[in-house]
């Protein structure tokens, strides 16, 4: 019965998901806000909601930190995976989008981030601050920083006129509405997730990244979905470039509520590794399609694809030798 409520709720996430990304094409066209900070901040922030509730509660409750680092290098690796799978299957939008500036820059704060979530896990250069580690505390002033160049940056997507019979508080109601529905549902996904996980007996970091990072990502799965079928790449990337961003500052919150001993758990090792090439491979991504102009089209096809097949393989191979 628990997997049948599973895909029952993870159908209400993913229609929640697919109207919020409709409400937010919206307010890319009607608002003078760019798509960069539409889908980096505000879709990704409601988006990744569902991992913020279950890492709070796998520390306060639940008592278990060590799921929290899986939870979130597991969606994190999730995420850049279904934007690969998006870029295959849309290449076409891909190549003819005009992608903001700040997606890189988001994507260079990525790369800090897990510099310095490596000092942890690797070297083990932990020390904290009123019981709250400095790498949490640095996460937080990293993305805060990422945040202000996405609210600065123009709005560069031109889509196909469409008609709205909306005004924008119409639109933002109806974008609140949502996601507090997404919010319940997801909440509720999570819950099932972890029953599941007990029922197949799954070690809690495996258990982490596999059903509650799939369960946690299907917003930003079809949110992104909703958002490349209507030919708006620019807020797609957003969504999940700023979604793994605002995933990594839910150490910090986490950290919060941990008194005793570390989230930045040893067995999340193997995740950061994949996390990262995979993390890498989408800035090199980002960075040609900046210089595209200058790229032959048979070389832009090449560079894009390779590079696609490498984001989307990055969570089937953690999963094949894990």
Request: with cysteine.
């Amino acid at each position: 019965m628990i997997y049948l409520f599973y895909f029952i709720l993870a159908a209400a996430v993913i229609l929640f998901a697919t109207r919020l990304s409709y409400y937010i094409d919206l307010l890319d066209k009607t608002t003078g806000l760019s798509g960069a900070f539409l889908g980096g901040v505000m879709l990704a922030a409601v988006t990744s909601i569902p991992e913020l509730i279950t890492s709070i509660t796998a520390v306060a409750i639940v008592k278990q930190p060590d799921m929290v680092i899986g939870n979130i290098l597991g969606s994190n690796l999730f995420n850049i995976t279904v934007l690969g799978a998006l870029m295959l299957f849309g290449m076409k939008k891909f190549k003819n989008s005009s992608l903001a500036f700040a997606h890189k820059n988001t994507c260079y704060a990525l790369l800090v981030v897990t510099v310095l979530v490596s000092l942890v896990l690797y070297a083990q250069l932990e020390f904290q601050i009123f019981t709250v580690s400095w790498v949490s505390i640095a996460i937080m002033v990293v993305y805060l920083f990422a945040v202000r160049k996405m609210s600065s940056s123009e709005g560069e997507e031109e889509n196909d006129p469409l008609v709205i019979d909306m005004s924008t508080k119409q639109i933002v109601i109806r974008f609140i509405i949502n996601s507090i529905l997404l919010v319940v549902a997801s909440v509720l996904i999570t819950i099932i997730s972890d029953q599941i996980a007990v029922d197949l007996g799954l070690g809690k970091t495996f258990a982490g990244a596999l059903l509650l990072a799939v369960a946690t990502s299907l917003p930003e799965l079809a949110s992104s979905i909703g958002l490349v079928f209507r030919g708006n790449f620019n807020a797609t990337v957003g969504n999940i470039v700023g979604s793994n961003l605002f995933n990594f500052t839910i150490l910090f919150v986490s950290d919060l509520f941990l008194v005793h001993g570390t989230i930045y758990d040893q067995s999340g090792v193997s995740l950061l590794v994949y996390g990262s090439i995979s993390t890498i491979v989408l800035t090199l991504l980002l960075l040609a399609k900046s210089k595209q102009d200058k790229l032959k089209p048979k070389l832009q096809t090449v560079i894009y694809s390779v590079g696609a097949v490498l984001c989307t393989a990055g969570y089937l191979v953690y999963l094949a030798f894990h």
